[in-house]
């Protein structure tokens, strides 16, 4: 088993910024991909970024230059910094987790997830 907890969700402005992290703990005892998703009240779970072993990223269209995800293999950590925050970036940010180096977008490949963190952007 795989433990995941998310961090660093709040309450902004239009306009500002956050960085939410995503801690794994437990059975790690390989490579492993790790991506942030996304939902919105009333909403599927979407995809946001991805982020394989090797440190090669994926974008959702809708966030490519504003965020950018990062990760510590040391620490098992992986950070989404988010600039320029919209209103419509408002939901639930959940983290994922999956063994091997390949990066996935759709949510049914990834094994493990947290319990995620509300980021709300006011206008």
């Known amino acids: 088993q795989v433990q995941l907890v998310e961090s660093g969700g709040g309450l902004v402005q239009a306009g500002d910024s956050l960085k939410l992290s995503c801690a794994a703990s437990g059975r790690i005892f390989s490579s492993y991909a790790m991506g942030w998703f996304r939902q919105a009240l009333g909403k599927e779970r979407d995809f946001v970024a991805a982020?394989?072993?090797?440190?090669?990223?994926y974008y959702a269209d809708s966030v490519k230059g504003r965020f950018t995800i990062s990760r510590d293999n040391a620490k098992n950590t992986v950070y989404l910094q988010m600039n320029s925050l919209r209103p419509e970036d408002t939901a639930v940010y959940y983290c994922g987790f999956q063994y091997g180096n390949a990066y996935y977008r759709e949510r049914s490949k990834y094994a493990y997830w947290g319990q995620g963190t509300q980021v709300t952007v006011s206008s």
């Open positions: 982020c394989t072993w090797t440190k090669d990223s």
